[in-house]
C-alpha cells in the first residue's frame, strides 16, 4: 500500500485556500491546463513513504500513531511557487510562512520514526507547502505567470495539533483525484495529558 504522513487543515483554512487556488487559476488564463486539487484533499505533506509491503504495514501505523512530545503550534500559509525548480512546473503551490521551522522539527521526528522500516524522505531539503495544483502540459513562461500572481498577503492560518498516517489509493478513472484513507494519528502531546496512540 502507499502510504504518506500528513499534516491536515482545518476547514476554514481549506476554504481559504480553496479560494486563493481559484483566484490564481483564473489569473493565469489557462485552467484547463491544471488539474486543481480538490479542497478536501489539501494538506502538507511531511514524509512520502511510497509502496509499504503489508507485513511492514503494522509496525509502521504503530510507530506513526505514538504521540509527539511537542506543543501544537500555529501555521500560516502564504507565497505561491512551483516543482521543479527549474525547467517547465509540474506542481503550483502556496507556502508556508510563520510556523515553518516548526513544521520542519515535526518533519524530522516523523521521518526519524520510519527510517527503520525503509521509508526514507526522497529528494532534496523539506520544503513546507500545501499543492494547489498540477499541470497537465506546461511551458517554463509558466513558472514566472504563476509566481507573479502571487498574494502578498497570508491567506490562511492553522493550528497544527496532530500528525496523521494516510493511505493513498490511486484513481481508476483517468480525472479523478487519488483516495485517502487515515490509518493513524499522532498528537502533539506537550502541555496537556498524554494519549494512546490513535489509530484508525
Do not use: K, N
Amino acid at each position: 500500500m502507499r502510504l504518506f504522513l500528513a499534516v491536515d487543515l482545518d476547514d476554514e483554512a481549506r476554504r481559504a485556500i480553496a479560494a486563493e487556488q481559484t483566484r490564481l487559476l483564473s489569473a493565469v488564463g489557462e485552467e484547463g491546463r491544471i488539474r486543481r486539487v480538490r479542497p478536501d484533499q489539501m494538506h502538507v505533506t511531511l514524509v512520502f513513504l511510497g509502496d509499504v509491503a503489508d507485513e511492514e504495514a503494522t509496525a509502521t501505523v504503530e510507530a506513526c500513531g505514538r504521540p509527539v512530545d511537542a506543543q501544537p503550534f500555529d501555521v500560516v500559509f502564504a507565497g505561491v511557487g512551483v516543482f521543479p525548480p527549474r525547467g517547465a512546473p509540474r506542481a503550483l503551490w502556496i507556502g508556508v510562512d510563520a510556523g515553518a521551522a516548526d513544521l520542519t522539527a515535526l518533519q524530522q521526528e516523523m521521518a526519524a520514526r520510519v527510517a527503520p522500516f525503509g521509508h526514507a524522505e526522497a529528494g532534496g531539503a523539506f520544503e513546507p507547502h500545501v499543492t494547489l495544483g498540477r499541470w497537465r502540459r506546461s511551458r517554463p513562461s509558466d513558472r514566472g505567470r504563476a509566481v507573479a500572481l502571487a498574494s502578498r498577503t497570508p491567506t490562511a492560518r492553522c493550528r497544527v495539533d496532530h500528525v496523521t498516517l494516510y493511505r493513498s489509493e490511486l484513481p481508476s478513472a483517468q480525472h479523478a483525484g487519488p483516495a485517502y484513507t487515515a490509518l493513524a494519528h499522532a498528537t502533539l502531546t506537550r502541555g496537556s495529558s498524554p494519549e494512546r496512540p490513535t489509530l484508525t
